[in-house]
T-cell receptor, first 115, second 118 residues
Framework: EAQVTQNPRYLITVTGKKLTVTCSQN?????MSWYRQDPGLGLRQIYY???????DKGDVPEGYKVSRKEKRNFPLILESPSPNQTSLYFC??????????????FGSGTRLTVV | AQKVTQAQTEISVVEKEDVTLDCVYE???????LFWYKQPPSGELVFLIR??????QNEISGRYSWNFQKSTSSFNFTITASQVVDSAVYFC???????????????FGQGTILTVHP
């Protein structure tokens, strides 16, 4: 089944403890990106990647890192999480940055709480 | 910079009513793509439609229809004869084509919470 897999689905952590949210897709998509969803703000793009080793900042990149060493994986790294990074996170992929005929494929989301 | 505005934060209707969700966008580029996504209470994002800037034909899919008007930079979504299962958050989004100043960025609106009462 074609899908984007994010792990974990839920995570509670403490301020300053480094964490990684994994994202993997099995559709050979070149484009991948990360979003955070907050009430009243919709989804905001954190980082995106056009292809392996090509990443760029979205609208809210502060406090996050990404890497794209393989086409299928695009992990989101929080080096020193803070409470304002408590949010619902989504990973997405697509054949191209403009989305395919069926748009972007999103993962199921990761609900992160930083205390 | 691109921007998407969904002015309606919440809409509440009774089943079988028609409802229109508004979406207004801003972009400097002539080639771009517009999307609608549905987020049901379970939380996943469900793709509904993609429309490119050169195709202003309205689209109908069952009870769903979309009205794209470049003149007013709007891409509105109408649900006819709403049902309880339509209750969800709906997002409009914009992506610019290759060569655009924001190529690679996908910008979402704030979302509209639709509640359909039985």
């Amino acid at each position: 089944e074609a899908q984007v897999t994010q792990n974990p689905r839920y995570l509670i952590t403490v301020t300053g403890k480094k964490l990684t949210v994994t994202c993997s897709q099995n559709m050979n998509h070149e484009y991948m990106s990360w979003y955070r969803q907050d009430p009243g703000l919709g989804l905001r793009q954190i980082y995106y990647s056009m292809n392996v080793e090509v990443t760029d900042k979205g609208d809210v990149p502060e406090g996050y890192k990404v890497s794209r060493k393989e086409k299928r994986n695009f992990p989101l790294i929080l080096e020193s999480p803070s409470p304002n990074q408590t949010s619902l996170y989504f990973c997405a992929s697509s054949l191209s940055p403009i989305g395919g005929h069926y748009g972007y494929t999103f993962g199921s989301g990761t609900r992160l709480t930083v205390v | 910079a691109q921007k998407v505005t969904q002015a309606q934060t919440e809409i509440s209707v009774v089943e079988k009513e028609d409802v229109t969700l508004d979406c207004v966008y801003e972009t400097r580029d002539t080639t771009y793509y517009l999307f609608w996504y549905k987020q049901p209470p379970s939380g996943e994002l469900v793709f509904l439609i993609r429309r490119n800037s050169f195709d202003e034909q309205n689209e109908i899919s069952g009870r769903y229809s979309w009205n794209f008007q470049k003149s007013t930079s709007s891409f509105n979504f109408t649900i006819t004869a709403s049902q309880v299962v339509d209750s969800a958050v709906y997002f409009c989004a914009l992506s610019e084509a290759a060569g655009g100043t924001s190529y690679g960025k996908l910008t979402f609106g704030q979302g509209t919470i639709l509640t359909v009462h039985p």
